[in-house]
């Protein structure tokens, strides 16, 4: 069954036209491709920025060939509230458009190998003749300056050299990488922080400046005190799994049924609490239980002790007792829980938006909610070049010109 098609809870958002974002009266012009570009202007879109992507011909951001049945479901999600200019970036056109879109843009984002922007000639001094208030965000990923900054850089690669996927696994196991994007998904969080602040300077200046967002530097930046933690041990940490080297206990739990729950006690009455309901209060006596440092040092007694009271009852049993003692607890979902839990559905997590293609879509609510000038949905991810026309005409083009790009195919 297609997706569109199942009972849906979430709301249904209708596209408004009305833009009361704060970021409205922003132009962004994003040639960036995949994933940490397109968070980054998502975030900028969602709270009404003008955000014009520049699509490569003939098959646009490389986002949209990442599918699930057949549909583009990542363009779909992170291109909302976004325009589309259908580009060829070898026509002799291109530098005389991007020229003219520079001018009114107030935000340029790029995430070619760096170098590249300056062969296609684009350097920051060239910018900076055509509009010296631009902001330009770069992002690789392993910045512009440094050893591998000519190197090609996947979020893989960072979260492989970073030290996040040595630190993540089983004990005695393997490393792992993430599932999902993170280390692009983290950047663009960054990115788009770093142009608001990039903006509120330029209040003061009048100049606009270069931001150099490296995935690794954003990706180690996520890991704790890792630096300091091998300076004072001598020694990478282990892998643990699912539980902590800060706190304990921490860790997920499967329950008589087959469910699992998870439980962080990270504080010295979280722990006591816990204990208490479990019926194991004598560990708060205990001078190897009773302080964090010993109940790190004793994890493996703190976990099977937990692990055995969970695993003698069912999930709606467990849960109930946990949470009517106020002990850190939740159930571990996957999104085929989320679709039937309350407080999703109340807080608005995901909304469904119109789609031409499945008839409306769920989406991911901008985040985070602001009470006056909140983010809207205001359309859908754009297909290829759907704005061209509309884009060029305003950069300044006249109707005639913009008839010769089409005729020679610089654009769609």
Do not use: C
Not at 29 to 57: C, H, W, Y
Not at 220 to 245: M, T, W
């Amino acid at each position: 069954m297609n997706n569109s098609t199942k009972k849906s809870n979430w709301k249904y958002s209708n596209f408004i036209t009305k833009n009361v974002g704060p970021l409205k009266g922003i132009r962004v012009l994003d040639l960036s491709r995949v994933v940490a570009g397109n968070m980054t202007s998502l975030q900028l879109a969602d709270f009404g920025a003008e955000v014009i992507k520049v699509e490569p011909l003939p098959d646009g951001d490389p986002l949209r060939t990442w599918k699930q049945g057949g549909e583009s479901t990542f363009w779909k999600v992170y291109s909302r509230n976004k325009k589309s200019i259908g580009l060829d970036f070898r026509s002799p056109d291109f530098t005389e458009i991007i020229s003219h879109l520079i001018v009114n843009s107030d935000v340029m984002i790029e995430n070619f190998r760096p170098g590249t922007l300056e062969k296609m000639g684009f350097g920051f001094d060239i910018l900076k003749q055509i509009n010296s208030k631009l902001i330009l965000l770069r992002i690789s990923g392993f910045g512009q300056t440094g050893t591998y900054k000519s190197r090609p850089g996947f979020g893989t690669l960072v979260e492989s050299m970073s030290g996040f996927a040595h630190k993540n696994g089983e004990l005695n196991g393997g490393p792992l990488l993430p599932p999902l994007a993170l280390a692009d998904m983290i950047s663009g969080l960054y990115g788009s922080n770093a142009i608001l602040m990039a903006l509120r300077a330029r209040d003061a200046s009048g100049e606009g400046q270069i931001i150099d967002l490296a995935l690794l530097d954003a990706m180690v930046s996520v890991l704790g005190p890792e630096a300091l933690d091998y300076k004072l041990v001598g020694k990478p940490k282990e892998r643990i799994g699912n539980q902590s080297s800060t706190s304990a206990p921490r860790n997920v739990y499967e329950t008589k049924d087959g469910y699992f729950l998870s439980i962080s006690a990270s504080t010295p009455k979280m722990a006591a609490r816990l204990f208490d309901t479990i019926g194991h209060g004598e560990m708060n006596e205990d001078r190897r239980f009773n302080t964090n440092e010993g109940r790190l040092k004793h994890r493996d007694i703190v976990d099977q002790t937990v692990a055995k009271w969970i695993a003698k009852r069912n999930k709606n049993e467990a849960l109930k007792a946990l949470v009517e003692a106020d002990v850190t607890v939740a159930p571990l979902y996957s999104i085929a829980d989320i679709t039937s839990d309350p407080h999703f559905v109340e807080r608005e997590i995901y909304s469904e938006i119109p789609d031409d293609d499945l008839g409306k879509i769920p989406v991911h609510k901008p985040v985070p909610d602001l009470s006056d000038t909140p983010a809207t949905f205001r359309n859908a991810a754009p297909k290829i070049g759907q704005d061209t026309t509309e884009i060029l005409l305003a950069a300044g083009f006249e109707e005639k010109r913009i008839h010769q790009f089409f005729e020679r195919k610089s654009i769609k």
